[in-house]
């Protein structure tokens, strides 16, 4: 290989995104609905969004009420063969449209159903395509589990870092240890329990972790969201994610008036749990009817904004970031590229250094100043938090929005159109190599989740007669 090769390979690998991820962004910024094209949009201006997976595992061994899983989901054989080789197969289409890097999901049923070593083989083939896993769980699993899925035969780490989505509410029934908790409150030392696991992963055996909370939000726990809140996040969880219920899935599981809950009744129930605004629209993922984040610090037990949306100089930060960062992917490449990237970036685009220095300044302050910051990093009392709304939509709305979609008619019927323009700019895709399409995750668990799973009933019977 040449000098001139050499370069050019230096140049490409160092440029902030690749250029089929430049190509996806643009693609997925022309697909948004003009209502979703603002300053603040994520989708196209720095991310491609969430993937996830779909037709791998669907049993569960919980019985909630709500849940989104279709009839027949628990007649389907959890298999390790089946998972790893289609978790590859659409991990693969996945690089192939959207870019190399990405975050997916590995969602199914429950993932601890799969043994230790499909499990972290699904996680290996999901990395070797460039995406960067989160299983997502029930969280009724043990420290044996976790060992299993970390170490390798040798007893050394096969996993150098997991994340894990655990998924705790009050509405879940048969938890080991508490099948039917009463309150929210009740589940908070099996919700440490979890995370005490991953701590002592990191300590007996170096393996870091991501711990992101998840909770389904119904009228009969809203009210204890604030609590969850206040006591949650410190137990190790980084992002606090709340659904509020939607109607898909297992109709037999929609026992009851479960009513509707908002994503307004949710935020406000999280800014009473940290006693104080939590501004979110500073970066906005897909449609806000969709999606709320704000991400933020937590110093002492106090949450402090990265972005405050009424602060010109953290809107300038953004800015920077989505016009000159565009696509970067910061976890799941080597740290020496991530610093070489913004190196480079920072190198061809001075105004950085001015533009991040204001910004340290600011958040430091924000954050209670140098001194306050230092004592509290001394004592481990800081770490990112991220809070996240995601509501889901019914499946009786998805199912006309989507098919009118199919055929290329826009709905004059305003709930109709509403829902259309959710799902065009959504943030949550699955693949289907097999159609060469790109599906929304309301699309697939309220249309194609179930037709999916009576093949796979055929496909994967829990019985195999030999
Ligand atoms: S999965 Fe549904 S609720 Fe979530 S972003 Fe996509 S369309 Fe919106």
């Known amino acids: 290989m040449g000098v001139r090769d050499v ?43 969430c993937e996830g997976t779909h037709g791998v595992f669907p049993k569960c061994n919980l019985t909630c009420s709500p849940c989104y899983h279709s ?18 197969r659409q991990m693969a289409f996945l690089r192939q449209e959207r870019g190399p890097h990405a975050h997916a999901q590995l969602i199914g ?86 995370a005490d696991m991953f701590r002592r992963l990191r300590r007996e055996h170096g393996v870091r972790s991501y711990l992101a909370h998840t909770m389904t939000v119904t009228p009969q726990n809203l009210a204890e969201v604030g609590e969850v809140v206040a006591s949650v996040p410190g137990m190790g969880y980084s992002m606090m994610s709340f659904q509020p219920a939607a109607r898909v899935g297992d109709d037999r599981r929609w026992r009851g008036g479960l009513g509707e809950v908002g994503i307004d009744d949710v935020w406000q129930q999280i800014e009473g749990g940290v006693r104080r605004t939590v501004a979110w629209e500073a970066v906005q993922f897909g449609d806000p009817r969709c999606n709320r984040t704000a991400f933020g610090l937590r110093v002492d037990g106090d949450w402090f904004p990265f972005l405050d949306p009424d602060e ?124 060469g399409r790109l599906i929304p995750a309301c699309v697939q668990h309220s249309v194609l989740d179930p037709g999916e799973n009576r093949g796979l009933r055929t496909l994967l019977p829990l019985t195999v007669i030999r």
């Open 7 to 49: 370069l050019r390979r230096v140049e490409r690998a160092t440029r902030p995104a690749d250029p089929v991820t430049a190509a996806a962004l643009q693609r997925r910024w022309q697909e948004l609905p003009a209502s979703a094209q603002t300053p603040a949009q994520s989708v196209g201006g720095h991310a491609v969004g």
């Open 71 to 88: 009839k027949d989901a628990n007649k389907v054989r959890v298999d390790g063969d089946h998972t790893v080789a289609e978790v590859s």
């Open 109 to 194: 049923g429950e993932v601890s159903l799969l043994s230790p070593d499909a499990h972290a083989a699904a996680l290996a083939a999901m990395r070797a395509h460039g995406r960067e896993p989160m299983s997502m769980t029930h969280g009724d699993f043990d420290l044996d589990y976790l060992r299993a899925l970390v170490l390798g035969p040798d007893g050394r780490p096969r996993l150098r870092r997991v994340s894990f989505a655990a998924h705790f509410d009050s509405l879940m029934r048969g938890r080991g240890g508490i099948p039917r908790p009463r309150s929210e409150a009740e589940l908070n030392p099996y919700r440490a329990q979890f």
């Open 312 to 435: 010109p100089g953290d809107l300038e930060v953004r800015d920077w970031f989505y016009s000159h960062l565009a696509g970067m992917e910061f976890v799941g490449i080597p740290k020496t590229m991530v610093v070489l990237k913004l190196l480079r970036c920072f190198i061809e685009h001075p105004s950085a250094f001015g533009v991040s220095g204001r910004y340290v300044r600011r958040m430091v302050a924000r954050a209670g100043g140098v001194r306050k910051l230092i004592a509290a990093l001394v004592r481990q009392r800081v770490a990112p938090l991220t809070f996240v709304v995601h509501h889901f939509m019914n499946a009786e709305d998805v199912a006309p929005a989507w098919r009118m979609m199919e055929a290329g008619v826009a709905a004059e019927d305003r709930r109709v159109r509403v829902t259309q323009e959710r799902l065009q700019a959504c943030v949550y895709t699955m693949a289907h190599p097999e159609t």
